[in-house]
């Protein structure tokens, strides 16, 4: 029961007014139950966010996945590898359309590409991202929003190539590995294996360009430590994949005759001279002939 003062207002203290609001309007001990529990089951991130772009489609973190399965039919898994190559950018909705579907477009395109959008939303919030700010939508354009400390892994590739270089640049050959072999295993992967759009091949040939590039640097760390075998292996995929570039069949040349092999050196320089000049009709660069020089002369 409340107390009465009778000489205050209305018959009530100050007091015991404000205690009757603050019984009024206390939140039940149920409710109060309910948002301690909710509060507590929200996970607490420690790692940072990891996107695989290449091989599988999938969001990591703290071992919770989000993969290809989670992502709304083929096109949800298209639409996020696009979204995340260009996040540095907000894309046009007929844009990403156009990736998604091609020039297959549904007829209520502009729906089901919201309805899209919407389900990787919803998805990425089973990774710690906000549903409401994952994928920001301003001015008819659409924009991948991740958190500073993302790991994304074509990216990844990149910076580690770029390392991997310049530590061949600097003859720091046993420093080159590590990275090298970073950019090399992830560029080995395929980005959206049986899509045939332009954008998705020419982000497969720029994953393959650091493959090769990587492969460069690894065969350059084996020619310095001596491991012939090893160096051969990666000039001669270097040279399956891009047969144009010198750098492979310079290092290979390097590799055969390391091991002694001069004879099959002399032969992959005759097969890269007769490529060169059957496909684009120029000689071998002169830092090439002047290895097979040095060949010849150790006769």
């Known amino acids: ?68 399965k989670r992502l709304p039919g083929r096109q949800g898994p298209v639409a996020l590898v696009f979204l995340a190559l260009e996040r540095a950018r907000p894309v046009p909705i007929d844009e990403l359309a156009d990736a998604v579907w091609g020039e297959e477009l549904p007829r209520a395109w502009e729906t089901a590409l919201s309805a899209i959008v919407s389900k990787l939303r919803t998805a990425l919030s089973g990774v710690g991202l906000d549903a409401h700010r994952s994928i920001t939508t301003v001015s008819g354009r659409y924009q991948l929003t991740l958190p500073a400390n993302t790991w994304v892994d074509v990216e990844a590739a990149r910076v580690a190539l770029d390392e991997a270089e310049g530590r061949v640049r600097a003859s720091r050959f046993r420093d080159a590995w590590g990275p090298g072999n970073v950019a090399a295993s992830i560029a080995n992967r395929v980005l959206l294996a049986g899509v045939d759009a332009e954008w998705a091949e020419r982000a497969r040939q720029a994953l393959r360009s650091v493959r090769v590039r990587a492969l460069s640097c690894l065969a350059s760390a ?15 995929t270097q040279v399956e994949l891009e047969p144009f570039r010198e750098t492979g069949w310079q290092q290979l040349l390097r590799a055969l005759a390391g091991a002694g092999n001069r004879a099959e050196a002399l032969r992959a320089y005759a097969e890269c001279r007769a490529l060169l000049a059957k496909e684009l009709g120029v000689p071998p660069s002169p830092e090439t002939e002047a290895i097979v020089k040095g060949l010849r002369a150790a006769r």
């Open 1 to 68: 029961m409340v107390a009465y003062a009778p000489c205050a207002p209305f018959g009530k203290t100050l007091a015991t007014r404000g205690a009757a609001r603050a019984i009024r309007y206390a939140p039940a001990p149920r409710a109060i139950l309910a948002r301690v529990v909710a509060k507590a089951s929200k996970p607490s991130w420690t790692s940072p966010l990891r996107l695989y772009l290449t091989g599988r489609v999938m969001a990591e973190r703290d071992g919770r996945v989000v993969d290809e």
């Open 222 to 236: 084996a020619l310095a430590n001596t491991e012939w075998p090893l160096a051969a292996q990666f000039a001669r």
